[in-house]
Nanobody, 115 residues
C-alpha cells in the first residue's frame, strides 16, 4: 500500500513562491514516476509536472520556466518549487505516483495566489 501526503500549500501574493512537498510511504521505488496535478474550481484536474526514472521531467506549458519538480529518493519525497506565481495557479495540488498497474493520489494541498 502506498500513501502520499502533501504539504506546503497556502496563500501567496502574485509573483511569490511556494514549495510543495509530497512524502511517500509504502512500496515505492526511485524508478516509479511521480508527479503533481492540480484542479482549479470548476475545472478538470490537469497535469502540472512529472518526474520519471533517471530524473527526466516534463511540465505543462503553463508552468514551464516557473515550476521545478524534483525528488529526494533517500527521503521518498517529491517537491514542486513554484516561482512567479499567478492568480491562475490557484488550485488544489495533488501528488501522484504511478506504480503499475495503479495510480495513487494524495489528498491535496490548496494553493491560493491572491493579493
Amino acid at each position: 500500500q502506498v500513501q502520499l501526503v502533501e504539504s506546503g500549500g497556502g496563500l501567496v501574493q502574485p509573483g511569490g513562491s511556494l514549495r510543495l512537498s509530497c512524502a511517500a510511504s509504502g512500496s515505492i521505488f526511485s524508478n516509479n514516476a511521480m508527479g503533481w496535478y492540480r484542479q482549479a474550481p470548476g475545472k478538470e484536474r490537469e497535469l502540472v509536472a512529472v518526474i520519471i526514472s533517471g530524473g527526466s521531467t516534463n511540465y505543462a506549458d503553463s508552468v514551464k520556466g516557473r515550476f521545478t519538480i524534483s525528488r529526494d529518493n533517500a527521503k521518498n519525497t517529491v517537491y514542486l518549487q513554484m516561482n512567479s506565481l499567478k492568480p491562475e495557479d490557484t488550485a488544489v495540488y495533488y501528488c501522484n505516483a504511478y506504480i503499475p498497474p495503479r495510480m495513487y493520489w494524495g489528498k491535496g494541498t490548496l494553493v491560493t495566489v491572491s493579493s
